[in-house]
T-cell receptor, first 112, second 110 residues
Framework: ETGVTQSPTHLIKTRGQQVTLRCSSQ?????VSWYQQALGQGPQFIFQ???????GRGNFPPRFSGLQFPNYSSELNVNALELDDSALYLC???????????FGPGTRLTVL | ELKVEQNPLFLSMQEGKNYTIYCNYS?????LYWYRQDPGKSLESLFV?????AVKQEGRLMASLDTKARLSTLHITAAVHDLSATYFC??????????FGAGTTVTVRA
C-alpha cells in the first residue's frame, strides 16, 4: 500500500509568481485535504476535495485554488504569490472525508 | 469559529519524569486527534479519540478525551530523549475539517 506522496519537496518562487503543488492520495482514499503550516504554527485548513468537487474551504483567498482528478490525486495552485505564502504545504487523504486523515511529507515553499 | 488551545506551548522535560499536555476546544466535537511532528517533517498520527471517555495508550504516551469538558490530555510517562518533538492536537469539525492547536514543543533533557 502506497502512502500519501507530494511533489516537489522544496520550491523557491518570487513574489507575484504562480505555483502548482501536487499530491497523490493513499490507495483507496477518495478525499484530499490541503493545509498550510507557517513556521512555528499549527496547520491551517485550506480546502478539501471529495470526488473531484470542493467540499469545504478555510479562510484563504481565491488565489488559492485546487483540483482533484479522477484518480483522486490533487493539485494546489497559488497565484500572485506573497511573502506570507512561504510555508510547508501538507496534503492529507482519507476515505470519504469522515475518517482519519493521513498526511504526506509536505512541500516547503519559499517566496522571495 | 472553532478554537483549539494547547498548553503549554513549550515544555522542557527532565528524563524520567511525568508530564501532561492539555488541549481545550471551543465547540462540540466527538473526534480528536494527536499528532507528532519532528523538525522539518510531516505529521505522524499518534492517537484517534472517537468518543467521550476514550483513553488510548502507546508506549510512554497516553491520551484521553472528555467531550463534556471539551478537553483532551496527552500524558507522558518517564520522559525519554526520543520524545522530543512538537505535539499537536486537532479537532474534527464540519466546516474546517481539522482545526489544529498551535502545538507544544517538547524538549527532553538528561
Amino acid at each position: 500500500e502506497t502512502g500519501v506522496t507530494q511533489s516537489p519537496t522544496h520550491l523557491i518562487k518570487t513574489r507575484g509568481q504562480q505555483v502548482t503543488l501536487r499530491c497523490s492520495s493513499q490507495s483507496g482514499h477518495n478525499t484530499v485535504s490541503w493545509y498550510q503550516q507557517a513556521l512555528g504554527q499549527g496547520p491551517q485548513f485550506i480546502f478539501q476535495y471529495y470526488r473531484e468537487e470542493e467540499n469545504g474551504r478555510g479562510n484563504f483567498p481565491p488565489r488559492f485554488s485546487g483540483l482533484q482528478f479522477p484518480n483522486y490525486s490533487s493539485e494546489l495552485n497559488v497565484n500572485a504569490l506573497e511573502l506570507d505564502d512561504s510555508a510547508l504545504y501538507l496534503c492529507a487523504s482519507s476515505v470519504s472525508g469522515i475518517l482519519e486523515q493521513f498526511f504526506g511529507p509536505g512541500t516547503r515553499l519559499t517566496v522571495l | 469559529e472553532l478554537k483549539v488551545e494547547q498548553n503549554p506551548l513549550f515544555l522542557s522535560m527532565q528524563e524520567g519524569k511525568n508530564y501532561t499536555i492539555y488541549c481545550n476546544y471551543s465547540t462540540t466535537s466527538d473526534r480528536l486527534y494527536w499528532y507528532r511532528q519532528d523538525p522539518g517533517k510531516s505529521l505522524e498520527s499518534l492517537f484517534v479519540l472517537l468518543s467521550n471517555g476514550a483513553v488510548k495508550q502507546e508506549g510512554r504516551l497516553m491520551a484521553s478525551l472528555d467531550t463534556k469538558a471539551r478537553l483532551s490530555t496527552l500524558h507522558i510517562t518517564a520522559a525519554v530523549h526520543d520524545l522530543s518533538a512538537t505535539y499537536f492536537c486537532a479537532v474534527d469539525n464540519p466546516q474546517y475539517k481539522l482545526s489544529f492547536g498551535a502545538g507544544t514543543t517538547v524538549t527532553v533533557r538528561a
